[in-house]
């Protein structure tokens, strides 16, 4: 465990007036277009290390790393850590700011100035974890879109939303469940680990956050492809309240057909989207491609 210092924050670590300081410094003010709430906290970022369950063998991958508390957790503890930030100012000085702060670990960094919606690549060695205080507004892609083209990635734990963090934890029945909880399903199990409360961000939003586990799981087991059974989801909630016969009408090219693909999937058509796992999902979509309904 980590010392602490004279001001009461943990050695090593960013505490609310290093945090002020360093975004004065370099004339930085949190941005909603980029949804930037800083941990202040150092006890949060220690917490989320040790969640995560990441170790010396492990690569993370960091996303909006900030002004570096989370980053700064991390690195001692595991092998590297691969930063993902966009905003220019911050990917500048974060480098800096390790080196100044964690000397030993600063070559375990590796920072990549990238929009992470739209990063497909990472430097080797790949990621085998995601670790992320997310930004509220990107959360669900960002996760998603990770697992898609990241299959190194094993586990991930993220602090996000409550609301977005109940929403991807939830399970068939739940009024959150729907979309996101499906989609993350289909690569991992997923559990709700942890409330954090808001007085833990600068600036303090209007909300409090969770901390989501996913751990990766083989893709249900079907005929169809991942994005034939995401389409299926996007349809069957796309009307939630309606019966999937209704729902499904245009994806399977009426409701009639809708009821055959239903049926022989196993599957009642009067039952709703939010009563189904991502396995029942996965078996509608692969009775669709065995009856030859139209695409």
Known sequence: MADNDEHGTTAGLLGAAQIREIAARLDVRPTKQWGQNFVVDANTVRRIVRVAGVGPQDVVVEVGPGL????LA??????????????????????????SLAPRHADRLSLVHA???????????????????????ISVPVVLGFLQHFPTIRRVLVMVQLEVAERLAAAPGSKVYGVPSLKAAWYADVRLAGTVGRSVFWP????????????????PVTDASREDVFACVDAAFAQRRKTLRAALAGWAGSAPRAEEVLVAAGIDPRTRGEQLDIDAFARIASARLALGCPS
């Open 115 to 137: 929009d992470a919606l739209t990063v497909r690549a990472l430097p080797d060695p790949q990621p085998t974890a995601l670790v992320a205080n997310l930004p509220y507004n």
């Open 204 to 219: 303090v939003p209007n909300v409090d956050s969770g901390l989501v586990s996913l751990v990766r799981r083989d893709a």
């Open 68 to 71: 570096g508390s989370l980053t």
């Open 74 to 99: 991390l690195l001692p503890e595991v092998s590297r850590v691969v930063a993902v930030e966009v905003d220019p100012t911050l990917a500048a000085a974060l480098p800096r700011t390790v080196a």
